[in-house]
């Protein structure tokens, strides 16, 4: 059993911060990719930022330079810092791993953390 515990999400003021953090626990063998995804009412579920095993990161235009995706691999944590905040950024954000266990390899989604951008 893999589970996907999210935390850190709030209302906050525009321009303001917050961090997101992801933790994944159970019978994991393998962690091949973390990224959290967002998805705003009316809207389709969205990516956000990804991080892959080796370090590597890629991050949606509309957060670029302003979210900062990292990882602890021992920790099997994602975080997300998110900068600047903008009321657009409003939504219900979700962690998604993609990782192996004994009997295969899947992907998983977090029960999701609301951030409100408002003033």
């Known amino acids: 059993q893999v589970q996907l515990v999210e935390s850190g999400g709030g209302l906050v003021q525009p321009g303001g911060s917050l961090r997101l953090s992801c933790a994944a626990s159970g019978s994991i063998l393998r962690v091949y990719a973390m990224g959290w995804y967002r998805q705003a009412p009316g809207k389709q579920r969205e990516l956000v930022a990804g991080i892959i095993n080796a370090g590597l990161t890629n991050y949606a235009d509309s957060v670029k330079g302003r979210f900062t995706i990292s990882a602890d691999n021992a920790k099997r944590t994602v975080y997300l810092q998110m900068n600047s905040l903008k009321p657009e950024d409003t939504a219900v954000y979700y962690c998604?791993?993609?990782?192996?266990?004994?009997?295969?390899?899947?992907?998983?989604w977090g029960q999701g953390t609301q951030v409100t951008v408002s003033s």
């Open positions: 998604n791993a993609d990782l192996s266990t004994i009997s295969r390899r899947s992907e998983y």
